[in-house]
C-alpha cells in the first residue's frame, strides 16, 4: 500500500456501508471546494487593487505601492533633499511602511473571508519600527 492511499495521521478511517453514502460524502467534498473557490474569488477581487501608503517618520518623505506591492509614487520634497545621507533612511522606511500597509489590509481581507487571526500574525511579522510608523497614521486602517 503506497502512502497516498494511507488515511491522513488523526483522520478516522470513514467506512461506508451504502453507495448513497459515497455519493452524499462526496457532494459535501465539492461543496467545500466550491465554497472554497468563491471565497477565494471574493479574496481576489478585493485585493487587486489593495495600495498602502507610507512616510518617513518625520512625515516629509511618502510613499505608495500599487495592487502588486509596487512602489508607485514616491514624494520627497525639497527640504528632505538637503538631509544627505539620511534621505535613503527616509526613503527606504516610507517604501517599507507602504508595504506593510498594503500587506496589512491584505490580511484584514483574508481574516474577513476566513475567519483566521491572520491580521494580528501578519502585524507581528512587521518590523516595530515600522509597525509603530503605520499605527501613528490615522489614515491606515486595516
Not at 6 to 27: C, S, T
Amino acid at each position: 500500500m503506497d502512502e497516498r492511499s494511507q488515511p491522513r495521521p488523526g483522520a478516522a478511517r470513514r467506512e461506508f456501508r451504502h453507495p448513497d453514502e459515497v455519493l452524499e460524502f462526496l457532494e459535501g467534498i465539492r461543496e467545500r471546494a466550491r465554497r472554497d473557490a468563491e471565497r477565494h474569488q471574493r479574496y481576489t477581487d478585493q485585493a487587486g487593487g489593495v495600495t498602502g501608503v507610507g512616510s518617513s517618520a518625520d512625515g516629509s518623505v511618502r510613499a505608495e505601492v500599487d495592487g502588486q506591492g509596487i512602489v508607485s509614487r514616491l514624494d520627497i520634497p525639497d527640504s528632505a533633499l538637503r538631509r544627505g545621507n539620511y534621505l535613503a533612511t527616509m526613503v527606504l522606511t516610507a517604501i517599507r511602511e507602504a508595504q506593510a500597509a498594503r500587506a496589512l489590509k491584505l490580511a484584514g481581507i483574508g481574516a474577513e473571508l476566513t475567519g483566521a487571526r491572520v491580521v494580528e500574525m501578519v502585524r507581528e511579522a512587521i518590523p516595530e519600527q515600522i509597525r509603530d510608523g503605520l499605527e501613528r497614521r490615522p489614515d491606515n486602517r486595516w
